[in-house]
């Protein structure tokens, strides 16, 4: 196996700031999803559906 290790790398001093704008946006998305999942099941139940 190929060793991929970077002697020029310094632990912990890379740029997260895309990674951790993407994850927000994730988050926030899988939260929506989930209220809109919550409501439509809450409306289903009171129209017996």
Same mark, same amino acid.
């Given at each position: 196996?190929?060793?991929?290790? *970077? ?8 740029? $997260?700031? %895309?990674? =951790?704008?993407t994850? =927000? ?5 899988? @939260?929506? &999803?989930?209220? $809109?999942? $919550?409501? @439509?099941? $809450?409306?289903?139940?009171? &129209? *017996? %559906?």
């Amino acid at each position: 196996m190929a060793d991929h290790h *970077n002697a020029d790398h310094v632990h912990g001093t890379m740029d $997260i700031r %895309a990674h =951790e704008k993407t994850f =927000e946006g994730f988050v926030r998305m899988a @939260v929506w &999803v989930a209220c $809109i999942v $919550i409501g @439509v099941l $809450i409306f289903m139940g009171l &129209v *017996n %559906a």
